[in-house]
């Protein structure tokens, strides 16, 4: 069975660590609760074209990652994107049929999923906040998607089937 997807591991790891910097990247002050989940983004462009080299594994080592970059409890983003990438992992082949904005669509429910388990972890230890703003990552990052998959897809040069 030939492979949908074939990207080398260097250059998947390259956008990953590219996605770490980006997520760490300091925002002005007003600007910093809409900032795109740009690890959850690229983990999930990874799972779903070579969900064969990509997985739950890889979002465990950049939740590891990005806990030690944003001095957060150690274990919170692992545990968040090992369920981003398990969740990627059961909905992969539908969702490269769907068009970009259907993919936006269900970018926002698994960012939003996700969203909500990293915040009710938050609540366990005291950093409880009762509005829904921890949705608005989620909401930037579908609205990003589908300039992102079409700015990746040219890169790595994959072709996008109708």
Do not use: K, N
Request: hydrophobic share 60%.
């Amino acid at each position: 069975m030939a492979r949908a997807f074939d990207v080398s591991l260097p250059v998947i790891w390259l956008f990953l660590l590219l996605a770490l910097c980006l997520q760490v990247m300091p925002l002005a002050e007003g600007w910093q609760l809409y900032r795109p989940d740009w690890v959850g983004l690229m983990l999930i462009y990874g799972c779903m074209y070579a969900p064969g080299r990509v997985g739950v594994l890889h979002g465990f080592v950049l939740g590891i990652l990005l806990d030690l970059m944003q001095g957060s409890v150690l274990g919170q983003s692992a545990l968040v994107l090992s369920l981003l990438g398990f969740l990627c992992a059961l909905v992969y082949a539908r969702f490269r049929a769907y068009s970009l904005l259907q993919q936006a669509v269900l970018i926002l429910v698994l960012l939003g999923i996700v969203q909500l388990v990293d915040q009710w972890i938050r609540t366990l230890w005291g950093d409880f906040a009762i509005h829904l703003a921890f949705l608005l990552p989620a909401l930037s990052s579908a609205l990003l998607w589908p300039w992102l998959a079409t700015l990746l897809d040219a890169v790595t040069g994959r072709r996008r089937t109708p």
